[in-house]
């Protein structure tokens, strides 16, 4: 197998096999919520998603044994789903547990796929892989007992892989960010970098001065934790969120951003950037495709800048990014690190070897921002 094919990660690929070893999310629990039940599609499968009305999330295969219709559109009874075609009727690891017109026989001889299932930040995580699961993902910014938190579901149509890369790629924010106020206020310069491999990922610092630092935090092998800006205003004067995103292939073509975020607000800074979140929560730059393709300029003006900003340079790139005949340089210093990372792991997979055992991350420390935006060191603001 090719140790450097990032982009391809469908089932038995060597991508594919070290992202289901990881919790993934595979949807925001307000979506299920809504509907009882979701269908999903997540790492070239499909899925269903669903809520007990105990409130436990459970993530089984996306038809019904029977006669293959979509699980998804059926019912929720219990802890159960049952199929809106016959009537069979799951639990949440998959057995059939009733088939109305059938001897009470059969159902225990039935029983489809289930993975693992969490919740956490709003989300909803499911291990995919072989064995039991590691230890669920912790992420001390999103677990304050203050701020205002929510989360975000981006699908666009371009490979995983690429959405990675962008995230950090940091000498792309002098140029592709240039024309919003986070660009302006972020890129004086093209930056410096110095980049180091943790328990957990990477660690890249961006120097644009001696007081203009950025620090990404790439958690291997698709997540990445940055503080930035999201309300085009602003909502007086306040730290700027965490950023938690997971990047992930729908199939080779299409990936889905995940994420979960939390603004250490409180008050009437709370209120009111609760009040302006609902329109850059709900935007997805992929709407507007034709538009933002055709006038690149008018991103400027999007709902989110930035989004529409990263969606243009992504889907620019074309559905797979051609890495065979890229020309990396001096800038690309994070992408090079960070693919230096995946080859070995990948390779270690291929002759049988064990991977790193990568840590969660549980420092809490706030990572450094540039000059003029406010900061909060001790996360606790008084109340």
Request: net charge negative; charged share 25%.
């Amino acid at each position: 197998m090719d140790t450097t094919d990032y982009a391809h990660a469908g089932p038995g690929s060597l991508m594919g096999r070290i992202l289901r070893r990881f919790w993934q999310p595979v949807a925001m629990t307000e979506e299920v919520d809504q509907r009882g039940a979701l269908p999903v599609r997540i790492l070239h499968e499909d899925l269903t998603v669903y809520r007990g009305e105990s409130g436990k999330y459970y993530v089984v295969d996306f038809r019904c044994a029977h006669r293959g219709t979509q699980l998804s559109t059926g019912w929720v009874e219990g802890e159960c789903i049952r199929c809106f075609y016959h009537g069979w009727k799951y639990d949440g690891s998959g057995q059939c547990v009733e088939m109305p017109a059938e001897d009470s026989s059969f159902p225990p001889k039935v029983k489809i796929k289930s993975y693992p299932t969490r919740e956490y930040a709003g989300l909803v995580f499911a291990y995919f892989g072989e064995g039991e699961p590691p230890p669920m993902w912790r992420c001390p910014e999103l677990e304050r007992d203050y701020g205002v938190k929510w989360t975000e579901r981006n699908p666009w149509p371009c490979n995983w892989f690429q959405r990675v890369e962008n995230a950090i790629d940091g000498s792309h924010l002098a140029f592709v960010h240039s024309g919003s106020a986070f660009g302006r206020q972020v890129t004086v310069e093209v930056p410096k970098f110095e980049i180091e491999e943790t328990e957990w990922g990477m660690r890249m610092t961006s120097y644009r001065g001696p007081d203009n630092i950025r620090i990404n935090e790439y958690h291997f092998p698709n997540v990445l934790h940055i503080r930035a800006p999201v309300l085009r205003d602003g909502v007086g004067q306040i730290p700027w969120p965490d950023l938690w995103n997971w990047y992930l292939p729908v199939d080779d073509t299409h990936s889905v951003l995940l994420t979960a975020r939390c603004a250490p607000v409180v008050g009437e800074d709370a209120r009111r950037f609760a009040e302006l979140l609902p329109p850059i929560k709900y935007y997805n730059p992929a709407d507007e495709h034709d538009f933002l393709m055709a006038s690149p300029r008018e991103a400027d003006n999007a709902v989110d800048p930035v989004a529409a900003q990263d969606y243009i340079a992504q889907l620019g790139q074309g559905p797979i990014a051609d890495r065979l005949n890229e020309r990396l340089g001096q800038g690309d210093a994070g992408i090079v690190f960070a693919r230096g990372l995946l080859r070995r792991e990948m390779a270690r997979l291929e002759r049988g070897l064990p991977l790193k055992e990568w840590q969660r991350k549980t420092d809490p420390t706030p990572l450094p921002l540039p000059p003029g935006v406010p900061q909060n060191p001790d996360f606790a603001p008084a109340r």
